[in-house]
C-alpha cells in the first residue's frame, strides 16, 4: 500500500502565514547581486522579464536545447516512447526543484534557469556515452570530459551567452555523485575563481564530484536532479522489461515514483524552511541512499550491456572520434564538423575574442560528438562509415 507524508501541521501553518502576512524567511538569492561576465543592457532585469529569465530564455533558445529530445536518460536503442529521454528529466528536475524552492520561498528563476540547462553539455548514450568520450578525450590530451562542465562550456564558451554566474555555479555543481544530506552554500563571488575551479575540472575527477552550489538555489537543483530520476529509472527498466518492481522495496521514502518524490520533497521542505541549508533528516537520507545502490545493482551497471554498446557504440565513437580530428588537421572543409558543426556554431554570430574554429582541433571534435542526439551519431557513423560492419540493434516496441 503506497505511504505518502505530509508536511507537519506546524510547519503548514507556518508557510501559511508567511503567505498572508508576506514576511519569508531572507533567504533566496536577491536578482541584484545577480554577476555577468559583461555588464550589457540587454541583459537589464526589467519588470516583465526579470534577471534570472534572461537566463532561462537564453538556455531554451540555445541550439542544442532541441537535441535533448533524443538523448537517452539511461536505455539506449530503445523505439519506446514510453521511456525517458533527457528532455523530459530536465523538466522533470525543474518541476521538482521549482515545487521544493516555492515552498521555500527562493528564487524560482534561478531555480528553472539551472535545472533547464543543467544537462545541455550531456552527449548522446547517457553516462556510458560520457564514459567513452572522457576515454578518448583523456586518451589525446590528458584532460577529462564530464557533462556537468561541458554544460558549462555549451552556455558560455561554445555560445557566449553572458550567462550569470549564479546559473552556471548551479549547473557545474549539480552532479550529485557523491550523495550529501545536508547543502550548505559555498560561496562564489567572482568569474576569476570560477574560472579556475573549471580548469580544475578538466584535470582532477575527484575534485569535480565534490563541487558544492554556491546558492541555495543550485543545492535545491542538485537533489532535485536524484529525486527526479531515481524512482523514474525504476518505471522506464520496467517498461523495457528489465525489471520489477518486486525488485525495489523501501519502505522508508517508498518504492514507486510517485512515492519517492513526495515523502523526499516532504522532508526537504520540512528540514530546510528558513534555513541556511538544505536538508534531509538522518531516516530520509539513508534511504535515499540506499535506493541509489539498488538502481546501480539493479539498473545503471546493466543498462549498457543491455543495449550493447560496448561493442558497438564504443569503437563507433573511437573512429568517428579519430576521423574527424584528421579532417580538422587537413582542413577538409567538406567533412561534417566543418559543415555540420563549426558553420552550425557561426551561424549564432556571437562576438567572440577568437573564431571558434581556431580552438584546439580535440576540443572541438569533443564538442562535436557531446552535441549530437544518440541518431545524429548513429547516422554520422553510417555516413563516415558506409562499409562498417558496426552496427547498432534497436529493441523494438513488441520485442520480447
Given at each position: ?40 543592457a ?13 537566463d532561462?530564455d ?10 535533448y ?15 525517458t529521454?533527457?528532455?523530459?528529466h ?11 524552492g516555492?515552498?521555500l520561498?527562493?528564487?524560482l ?18 553516462h ?17 570530459f ?11 564558451g ?10 552556471l ?7 550529485g ?20 575551479r573549471?580548469e580544475?575540472c ?17 543545492s ?16 522506464d ?16 521514502i ?14 526537504v ?7 541556511p ?22 539498473i ?8 550493447r554498446l560496448d ?10 572520434y ?15 564538423i ?21 580552438s584546439e582541433?580535440?576540443?572541438i ?6 552535441s ?8 554520422l557513423?553510417?555516413h ?17
Amino acid at each position: 500500500m503506497p505511504k505518502f507524508e505530509a508536511l507537519s501541521k506546524e510547519l503548514t501553518e507556518k508557510i501559511e502565514r508567511a503567505k498572508r502576512t508576506g514576511e519569508y524567511p531572507p533567504v533566496a538569492f536577491d536578482d541584484g547581486k545577480v554577476i555577468r561576465r559583461q555588464n550589457l543592457a540587454k541583459d537589464t532585469a526589467t519588470v516583465w522579464r526579470p534577471t534570472f529569465v534572461h537566463d532561462i530564455d537564453k538556455i531554451m533558445h540555445c541550439p542544442y536545447y532541441n537535441r535533448y529530445t533524443d538523448k537517452t536518460q539511461v536505455f539506449s536503442l530503445c523505439k519506446n516512447d514510453d521511456i525517458t529521454r533527457r528532455s523530459l528529466h530536465v523538466q522533470l528536475v525543474s518541476r521538482i526543484a521549482r515545487t521544493i524552492g516555492s515552498a521555500l520561498h527562493l528564487n524560482l528563476d534561478l531555480i528553472e534557469a539551472i535545472a533547464l540547462g543543467h544537462d545541455i553539455g550531456h552527449p548522446p548514450f547517457a553516462h556510458t556515452g560520457e564514459a567513452y568520450l572522457d576515454e578518448l578525450y583523456r586518451e589525446h590530451t590528458g584532460r577529462r570530459f564530464f557533462h556537468n562542465v561541458h554544460s558549462v562550456r555549451v552556455l558560455d564558451g561554445i555560445y557566449p551567452y553572458n550567462i550569470s554566474l549564479q546559473t552556471l555555479d548551479g549547473i557545474v555543481s549539480h552532479n550529485g555523485e557523491l550523495d550529501c544530506a545536508e547543502f550548505y552554500p559555498e560561496p562564489l563571488t567572482d568569474f576569476a575563481e570560477f574560472d579556475r575551479r573549471i580548469e580544475r575540472c578538466y584535470q582532477d575527477e575527484e575534485y569535480t564530484t565534490h563541487l558544492m552550489p554556491s546558492t541555495l538555489e543550485g543545492s535545491v537543483v542538485r537533489l532535485a536532479d536524484v529525486i527526479a530520476y531515481l524512482g523514474k529509472d525504476r518505471q522506464d527498466a520496467m517498461r523495457a522489461k528489465m525489471a520489477e518492481e518486486s525488485m525495489f522495496v523501501n519502505e522508508d521514502i517508498g518504492s514507486i515514483n510517485a512515492e519517492i518524490i513526495n515523502n523526499l520533497v516532504v522532508n526537504v521542505i520540512e528540514n530546510s524552511y528558513g534555513k541556511p541549508y538544505i536538508k534531509l533528516d538522518a531516516k530520509h537520507f539513508r534511504a535515499l541512499s540506499r535506493s541509489r545502490r539498488d538502481n546501480y545493482e539493479r539498473i545503471y551497471n546493466y543498462a549498457a550491456a543491455f543495449s550493447r554498446l560496448d561493442t558497438t557504440v564504443k569503437p563507433m565513437m573511437a573512429e568517428i572520434y579519430g576521423q574527424l580530428l584528421e579532417d580538422l588537421k587537413q582542413k577538409n572543409t567538406y567533412s561534417p564538423i566543418f559543415k555540420y558543426h563549426i558553420d552550425y556554431v557561426n551561424a549564432a554570430h556571437y562576438k567572440r575574442t577568437t573564431p571558434y574554429e581556431a580552438s584546439e582541433p580535440n576540443q572541438i571534435v569533443v564538442d562535436y560528438i557531446a552535441s549530437m542526439t544518440d541518431n545524429y551519431f548513429i547516422e554520422l557513423h553510417a555516413h563516415l562509415f558506409p562499409q562498417s560492419n558496426l552496427k547498432v540493434k534497436y529493441k523494438g516496441y513488441f520485442d520480447e
